[in-house]
């Protein structure tokens, strides 16, 4: 069954390590990625894959409604279908977490919302 929902939703399939590995043509938002998917994803949290760049922590999670519970705890972040980013305790320049968040949320064609003023 959780085969199918993938192609009604196929935001889904999309990894952390996609994200990560991604080449865009800009500069690179996922600096110093490191893999911390055993260490984060241990209850309460309990997501799927989790990754620490310079510019945030990134979470995925296995549905939307998750994403969206872990991501109304987080006090400085975004939300973007699957995905979490919690900036807190991150050093990297606000601008580069906006081009963070705007490079994920450009990974779909149809996301239409806004970004958090950080600034």
Known sequence: MLAGCSIFD????LTLHDVMSSE????????????ITVAA????????EAY?????NYFRFESRKRAEEYGAT???????NYI???FAGKDAPVEKQLW???ELAGTWNDYEGDFPDRR
Request: hydrophobic share 40%.
């Open 74 to 80: 987080v006090t400085d972040g975004f939300v973007v």
């Open 10 to 13: 196929p935001q889904g399939n």
């Open 52 to 56: 620490s760049t310079a510019e945030a």
């Open 84 to 86: 979490v980013m919690d």
């Open 24 to 35: 865009y043509g800009g500069p690179d938002v996922t600096t110093q990625a490191e893999d």
């Open 100 to 102: 963070a968040m705007q």
């Open 41 to 48: 994803c241990a209850a309460p949290i309990d997501c799927l």
